[in-house]
């Protein structure tokens, strides 16, 4: 799967599970135009927490690529996308 993005986006969610697990990704542009991705991962019912990593992205381009890796990386660990919600602004 290839994920292409609208050059308007202004934000990106997905999820993912597999039995307990869960992986979550968003992804919002600020009011500089930088784009910043949030991993968030653990498991369900258990009381040690999520995992949180962040990062600052330049562009559409390269959060299109990073978000690329991540749907394939996923998909091979056997993860079902359960949510995914693309949002634009009008053109």
Do not use: K
């Amino acid at each position: 799967m290839t994920l292409h993005l609208p050059a308007q986006l202004t934000e990106y969610c997905a999820r993912w599970e597999r039995g307990e697990r869960f992986f979550l990704v968003h992804l919002a542009r600020d009011l500089l135009d930088d784009w910043h991705l949030t991993q968030t991962w653990g498991q369900s019912g258990t009381s040690r927490g999520a995992q949180v990593r962040r990062r600052v992205l330049r562009n559409l381009d390269e959060a299109t690529r990073v978000l690329n890796e991540i749907h394939a990386r996923r998909a091979q660990s056997g993860d079902q996308l359960q949510l995914e919600q693309i949002e634009s602004a009008e053109p």
